[in-house]
């Protein structure tokens, strides 16, 4: 879910239309306090938190997916032909950004970016990376700036680390967006960022699930079901890959297969009882498969877990629905 939203994008849910201007403000504030705790390395396996919950629901009921007919091969083909969409200008978009900027704001982050001279080049402009990294992400709450300086930076740097946090920040909001320019952007960044993180580590199942999910969520490649092989092998060797098995569970809901993506979320909510991404895709599957009995039960068993009166309010409804 990205903030520099174009008049033309819409939330497909429109339940939840009065709720997102509550929110979308918050969002990346949760994400930063969070710091992106979506996911939490356990034996390369990320899973999504119990505290994350927030940050999860927001993506569940306000994030734009492919419609439920259409499988990902037909939805990257018809982006392709429907939209003739402009690749994403980085260097417009930050222009963009810095025109909501107040003047001393806007001197602010001209000397930071003028700040790197001469001698240790490399580590000053990591820093100058990070500063604004931090800026955009605390003091004006932008998505796009931010997560551009921080895989700047994760690239400079060059560590592990660096690289598969800033590139689960793009993978994160690619799994909402609809907008097929800032899909294509979203994903080719991530890709690059966890494929020089597998060059520092080759055996990194997470990382390797991560490069997956980037063709399945995009249409970075002619075919994007490539990204579903290296997934299923991981997932076959290791069933308990809790981050494999929901990347393949969403990629089931993307591509309709409402079963096997049931499959894959039953798995998780066995692993990870509290995992409400599992849980909320859970019951929007039986949703769609008119599976009332279950849509129900996720649905409650969602609403048993979540306090905030807005969220409980949504879910009475799509419990309703139901019925």
Known sequence: MNFLLSNQQKPIDTLAFVYLSKVKQLFLSIQVTLRLNLYKVNKQQFVVTGGAFVLVFILFFFGRTVSKEQPIS???NTAATQHEDKPVDVAKMLTHAKERLTPEQLQRITRVENSVVRGDVKNQQIKAYRQLASFWRDTIRLFEPYAHYTAEGAKLENSEKSLTFAAHLFLTNLKTESDHAMQHWLASNAKDLF?????INPASDSSKIGLGACYIFSDI????M???APIREIVERNPSNIFGQLILGLGGIRSGQLDKAIERFLIVMKNE???MEAALNLAKAYDRKADKPNAIKWYTYVKQRVFNEEAQKELDERIKANQ
């Open 74 to 76: 037909t939805a990257a």
């Open 195 to 199: 494929e020089k993180a597998l060059e």
């Open 221 to 224: 490649s002619d075919n994007p």
């Open 226 to 228: 490539v990204g579903i």
């Open 273 to 275: 009882p509290e995992n």
